[in-house]
């Protein structure tokens, strides 16, 4: 799957190194030179990854990190920090501010893509290509196949995302503005009835295995994926 990686690194030629590799493996790859421009990418597009330098010029990679865990919008937003070798003091404050990972420089380009998966998985689920598989309901990522009550279901590609995140995000209500930055990446420039139109369209496409009820409207809030059928009436 294709997913979005912000790098945050001011050095010219690693930046340019990391983006070439991360383009290479699939990845869309946005740019920053600083903490600041970060932020304006950020505000424009919600990344599903951002690889954080520790040593940048103005606001440091660690006061970076701490801002975009504080705030609600970028909160579950991966943060793989880049440090210098050898500063093992760095790694704890690192993942004290949140990062979830951490690389010592110099690294391989093998090593980076392994790291990003491996934190890919364990923090963002609907972006790896595991089969996903609730109750009736099975998605398989890499065939984009969606079978249910021994069906298969046609979705379309929007729907098949939002179906994604909804099964790798149970139980939980997510508003239209948070759909937006996760399934669209994008919340500004993106009207909020987008979103119905897409929830309708998805129940539409269950319906077939009966499985549209595993989503719900939670009034006044939002969306949720309940992993449990209501009992029938
Ligand atoms: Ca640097």
Not at 42 to 65: K, N, Q, V
Not at 93 to 104: F, P, Q, S, V
Not at 112 to 133: C, N
Not at 205 to 232: D, M, S
């Amino acid at each position: 799957m294709s997913t979005t990686i912000l790098v945050v690194e001011d050095e010219p030629a690693i930046q340019e190194l990391i983006s070439v590799n991360l383009s290479f493996a699939g990845h869309k790859v946005l740019r920053a030179f600083d903490a600041e421009q970060a932020q304006t990418l950020i505000r424009a597009e919600l990344p599903d990854l951002i690889l954080l330098d520790w040593m940048l010029p103005g606001a440091s990679g660690i006061t970076l990190a701490r801002t975009l865990r504080s705030d609600e919008r970028t909160r579950h937003v991966p943060v793989i920090m880049l440090t210098a070798k050898g500063a093992e003091h760095d790694k704890v404050e690192g993942l004290e501010a949140g990062a979830d990972d951490y690389i010592t420089k110099p690294f391989s380009p093998k090593e980076l893509i392994a790291r990003i998966k491996a934190v890919l998985r364990r923090r963002a689920p609907q972006l790896t290509d595991d089969v996903i598989q609730i109750g009736d309901l099975k998605l398989d990522p890499a065939t984009h196949r969606v079978t249910g009550g021994g069906l298969a279901l046609t979705v379309g590609p929007t729907e098949f995302r939002l179906l994604h995140f909804f099964m790798t995000h149970t139980e939980r209500v997510f508003s239209r503005a948070q759909l937006l930055d996760q399934v669209w990446g994008d919340h500004v420039f993106v009207e909020e009835r987008t979103v119905d139109v897409h929830i309708r369209r998805l129940r539409k496409a269950l319906e077939p295995g009966k499985l549209e009820n595993h989503i719900e409207t939670v009034r006044g809030a939002g969306y949720r994926f309940a992993t449990q059928l209501p009992n029938p009436a």
